[in-house]
């Protein structure tokens, strides 16, 4: 899950700038996404993402950890994508309820990442998702994910990355 986790603390420290929304509001007269969404967040996040994935394939060849799930750059690509996009779609839904940037949705703040990322897997590598996450590994999942997406929220807002500790 690693490149899925890591696109979003990633996307905190460098996001910026241009919001994907360039701006423009819904019908309903709310921001689309907002200007937590921004371009720079996604493409950083992204990378990131991709980046320790790549780190796993290598350490897979090179100390032939096959305790782990393999990675393969499809994988990678799309634990990493999925994570933000699930992000971005859960921004959509969090306007449309009336909730500013920033303001605390509970469960759907916390698995967006999980969700984003298993249904583009599910879209285009069921091969993949099916063979590495089995349903023990997706009760860890879901276990895991609240603790770290806590921890980490509660560190960038000590660490003044991030304006809330949620
Ligand atoms: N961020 C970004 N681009 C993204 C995702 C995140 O630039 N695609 C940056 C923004 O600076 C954002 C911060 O990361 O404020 C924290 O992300 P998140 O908690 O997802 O955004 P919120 O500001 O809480 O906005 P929302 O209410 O829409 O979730
Ligand atoms: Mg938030």
């Known amino acids: 899950m690693l490149p899925a986790y890591l696109p979003n603390p990633v996307a905190a420290l460098c996001g910026g700038g241009l919001p994907v929304d360039l701006g423009h509001n819904y019908s309903d007269g709310r921001r689309v996404f907002g200007d937590g969404k921004t371009y720079r ?3 950083a996040g992204i990378l990131a993402g991709i980046l320790i994935g790549l780190v796993q394939i290598w350490s897979q060849g090179r100390f032939g950890w096959d305790f782990l799930p393999e990675q393969t750059m499809l994988s ?3 634990l990493a994508t999925g994570a933000l996009l699930g992000d971005l779609v859960k921004s959509f839904f969090k306007r ?3 909730k500013e940037r920033g303001a605390k949705w509970p469960v759907a703040d916390m698995y967006d990442l999980v969700l984003g990322a298993l249904v583009l897997l599910l879209i285009f590598d069921p ?4 063979a590495t996450v089995t ?3 997706l009760i ?3 276990i895991l994910t609240p603790v770290l997406h806590r921890a980490m929220n509660i560190l960038g807002y000590l660490i003044k990355v991030k304006e809330v500790p949620w």
């Open 127 to 130: 091969g993949w998702l099916f």
């Open 96 to 98: 449309r309820f009336g």
């Open 135 to 137: 349903l023990p590994v």
């Open 76 to 78: 990678i690509t799309l």
């Open 140 to 142: 860890v999942i879901l």
């Open 41 to 43: 967040g996604l493409a």
